[in-house]
């Protein structure tokens, strides 16, 4: 069993900067790879970027890549992604995921947090 909690959400101008932290529990967090959604209100949830149990594969979506980056540091049993060069359609509700699988590119998961909210003003 993997817990997670997110945050590191806020209010920012579209081209700034915000860091998103997920804590988790559980012993077997550094065995599972760990994941980034995003989901705005009438929207399917959006998968943003993953990272594998060793912290040396990642995959992006388009929209993000280059911008964002994830990373994650098993000592502390913890995943972040660094938002960069925000802008107004990266409003969202962001979520972490964890999941024993180790395909990055299989977008389902079994462990989710609660989200952390990221509001970007044009």
């Known amino acids: 069993q993997v817990q997670l909690v997110e945050s590191g959400g806020g209010l920012v101008q579209a081209g700034g900067s915000l860091r998103l932290s997920c804590a988790g529990s559980?012993?077997?967090?550094?065995?599972?790879?760990m994941g980034w959604f995003r989901q705005t209100p009438g929207k399917e949830r959006e998968f943003v970027a993953a990272i594998s149990w060793s912290g040396g594969s990642t995959y992006y979506a388009e929209s993000v890549k280059g911008r964002f980056t994830i990373s994650r540091d098993n000592a502390k049993n913890a995943v972040y992604l660094q938002m960069n060069s925000l802008k107004p359609t990266d409003t969202a509700v962001y979520y972490c995921?964890?999941?024993?699988?180790?395909?990055?590119?299989?977008?389902?998961?079994?462990?989710w947090g609660q989200g952390t909210q990221v509001t970007v003003s044009s």
């Open positions: 995921a964890a999941d024993r699988s180790a395909i990055l590119v299989l977008l389902t998961y079994d462990y």
């Open positions: 559980g012993r077997t967090f550094s065995s599972h790879k």
